[in-house]
Structure formats: C-alpha cells, structure tokens
Nanobody, 115 residues
Framework: QVQLVESGGGLVQPGGSLRLSCAPSISIFSLGTMAWHRQAPGKQRELVAAITSGGSTNYADSVEGRFTISRDYTKNTVYLQMNSLKPEDTAVYYC?????????WGQGTQVTVSS
C-alpha cells in the first residue's frame, strides 16, 4: 500500500503559476512512472503529465510548454510546475504512482484559475 500526500492547489488568476507536490509514503526509487491527472466538472479524468523512473516525460498537448513534471529524489517528491495558467486548467488534480503492477492515487487537490 502506498499513500500519497498532495499539496499546492489553490486559486490563481489567469497567467499565474502554481506548483503541485506529491509525496509518497515510500521511496520514489521504488516507484515506476509517476503522473498527474486532472478532472474538470462534467469531464473525464485525463492525463496531464508523466515521468518515468528513467526521467522520460510526456505531456498532454494542452499543457505542453506550460507545465513541467519533475522527480526530486532528495525530497522524495514529484512536482508539477504549472505556468501561464488558463481558466480551462481548472480541475481537481490527482497524483498517480505505479508500484509494481499496481497504480495508487492521491486524494486530489483543487486548482481554480479565475479572475
């Protein structure tokens, strides 16, 4: 069992920035791909960004060039740096990690982009 603690969500104006954090209960050296997903009201959950244990990343087209995912082994945390935020980025953001063959999800953190 892996617990995930997410933080960093909030209310931000369009064009602003936020950094989301996800700290797992076990060492990230033990984890495979780590990812952020989001779900907006009335929409399906979608992949935002992912990073493999080798450091390869991929992003949704809608966030490419604005968001950056990273793994910090010294802080045992995965981050999602979100810049140039748009109202359509408003959603609950979820951290997901793979441990062995099982995916674990965080509780979600709300990001609201509004003036």
């Amino acid at each position: 069992q892996v617990q995930l603690v997410e933080s960093g969500g909030g209310l931000v104006q369009p064009g602003g920035s936020l950094r989301l954090s996800c700290a797992p209960s076990i060492s990230i050296f033990s984890l495979g791909t780590m990812a952020w997903h989001r779900q907006a009201p009335g929409k399906q959950r979608e992949l935002v960004a992912a990073i493999t244990s080798g450091g390869s990343t991929n992003y949704a087209d809608s966030v490419e060039g604005r968001f950056t995912i990273s793994r910090d082994y010294t802080k045992n945390t995965v981050y999602l740096q979100m810049n140039s935020l748009k109202p359509e980025d408003t959603a609950v953001y979820y951290c997901k990690v793979r441990f062995g063959s099982v995916d674990y999800w965080g509780q979600g953190t709300q990001v609201t982009v509004s003036s």
